[in-house]
């Protein structure tokens, strides 16, 4: 099943973020086969405010599992986390 990992950092983390960036990095190498594809959620200006992964996980507990496990968590950098579930309906501009 797919899922979709919305998060938005607190305000004015990027400090943060980027002092935590190499345990976040360790942890995604080690979950890559999960990640179908994700990236940067970016304001008007281009700043990371937060970010978005499209995963497959066998159901809602290993989808919100995988999210939990991210140091980012730990670390006290996200304002939210959204998990819901994901149904893809247009790849590369064709219905499926």
């Known amino acids: 099943m797919l899922f979709a990992v919305i998060r938005h950092d607190k305000p004015n983390s990027l ?3 980027l002092s935590e960036r190499p345990k976040h990095l360790e942890y995604l190498a080690t979950v890559l086969d999960k990640i179908i594809y994700g990236g940067a ?6 700043k990371q405010i937060g970010s978005m992964l499209i ?10 599992a995988f999210a939990v496990a991210d140091p980012y968590v730990d670390a006290g950098l996200f304002a939210s986390t959204f998990v819901p579930q994901f149904r893809q309906v247009l790849k590369d501009g064709a219905w499926l």
């Not at 959620?41 to 281009?46: A, M, N, T, V």
């Not at 995963?55 to 919100?64: E, N, Q, Y």
Request: aromatic letters at 0%; glycine letters at 10%.
């Open 55 to 64: 995963i497959d996980a066998v159901d809602k507990a290993a989808a919100d």
């Open 15 to 17: 400090g943060l973020r």
């Open 41 to 46: 959620l970016l304001d008007d200006e281009g």
